[in-house]
């Protein structure tokens, strides 16, 4: 089992519409999340971190963890053009001694006018 | 100023050839990495080093080999490459490799899209 699974999607919605974007995660000791937006030919910038459960928010944006169903969640409100982009969730696993980032697959959304 | 760069941006060659590509962050990071895109948007982590120091060496086929001559530079080398290697190869640093307190970031180039024919 992957560290971290996800939709690829893609998914396609009209502008001003909300956007749900989930992650599970298979180890209960992760304690940090993160979201990642990666533009087209460009590389992927932080967007979002919360540690362990509960919801963050950031305008438009909230990040939602439920540590309970090792579930994480980017919703998005008043979706705009401009939010299209590949949105990746990530954590942080600690191995041999240092922790690197474990990204999801990438889940690809298209926000149409 | 470009915080972490890449070049080249695009590299097209041949079937068992060699190449590399080079990468370097002017923000005073110890920690840099490489990552690989594949086509389906996955991005896997290949190596990182601290320090100039090798930290991170995941089950990457020993063709790749990561240089670090100083701790602001880490270059990639491939040897005899092959079409498999098709992919968008990402530069990345950060502060230190040693935690992530959920703040320090990964700050990532913009990619070499490696297309092997």
């Known amino acids: 089992q992957k560290e971290v699974e996800q939709d690829p999607g893609p998914l396609s919605v009209p502008e001003g519409a909300i956007v749900s974007l989930n992650c599970t995660y298979s180890n209960s000791a992760f304690q940090y999340f993160m979201w990642y937006r990666q533009y087209s030919r460009k590389g992927p910038e932080l967007l979002m971190y919360t540690y362990s459960s509960g919801n963050k928010e950031d305008g438009r944006f909230t990040a939602q963890v439920d540590k309970s169903s090792k579930y994480i969640s980017l919703f998005i409100r008043d979706s705009q053009p401009s939010d299209s982009a590949t949105y990746l969730c990530a954590v942080p696993l600690f191995s041999g001694g240092y922790n690197k980032l474990i990204f999801g697959a990438g889940t690809r959304l298209a926000v149409h006018p | 100023d470009t915080a972490v760069s890449q070049t080249p941006k695009y590299l097209v060659t041949q079937m068992g050839n060699d190449k590399s590509i080079k990468c370097e962050q002017n923000?005073?990071?110890?920690?840099m990495y490489w990552y690989k895109q594949d086509s389906k948007k996955f991005l896997k982590i290949m190596f990182s080093y601290n320090n100039k120091e090798l930290i991170i060496n995941e089950t990457v086929p020993n063709r790749f080999s990561p240089k670090s001559p100083d701790k602001a530079h880490l270059n990639l080398h491939i040897n005899s490459l092959e079409l498999g290697d098709s992919a968008v190869y990402f530069c990345?640093?950060?502060?230190?490799?040693?935690?992530?307190?959920?703040?320090?970031?990964?700050?990532f180039g913009s990619g070499t899209q490696l297309s092997v024919l």
């Open positions: 990345a640093s950060r502060p230190n490799g040693l935690s992530f307190g959920g703040n320090e970031k990964l700050f």
């Open positions: 923000l005073g990071h110890d920690t």
